[in-house]
């Protein structure tokens, strides 16, 4: 079992930033990846971010390229999403995931791909 938590959710204005934060316990020498995804109300879960646990290679959402930034502290078991230049259309409730099932070829990009789930964080922007 991994447990997961995320926090550092908000309103913030557009063009501002927030840092999330999710943090890992339990069977955490299992994660192969750590994903954050999206949701906003009528919408399907998409993907924003992946990270590789161990070695931290990463994989972006072409709509966040450039303006997201994923990365782990492996000390802390946490992995963090760093938001910039945030857009009304980046509102959504934001969940982190992780995948323990095994190594996979290509870059896990769709929720089914993921084996545990945080609660997930409100981002509001306003704009």
């Known amino acids: 079992q991994v447990q997961l938590v995320e926090s550092g959710g908000g309103l913030v204005q557009a063009g501002g930033s927030l840092r999330l934060s999710c943090a890992a316990s339990?069977?955490?020498?299992?994660?192969?990846?750590m994903g954050w995804f999206r949701q906003a109300p009528g919408m399907e879960r998409e993907l924003v971010a992946v990270?590789?646990?161990?070695?931290?290679?990463?994989y972006y959402a072409d709509s966040v390229k450039g303006r997201v930034t994923i990365s782990r502290d492996n000390s802390k078991n946490t992995v963090y999403l760093q938001m910039n230049s945030l857009k009304p259309e980046d509102a959504a409730v934001y969940y982190c995931a992780a995948r323990t099932r095994g190594d996979i070829v290509m870059v896990p990009t769709t929720p089914r791909h993921y084996d545990y789930w945080g609660q997930g964080t409100q981002v509001t922007v306003s704009s």
């Open positions: 990270i590789r646990w161990s070695g931290g290679s990463t």
């Open positions: 339990g069977r955490i020498f299992s994660i192969y990846y």
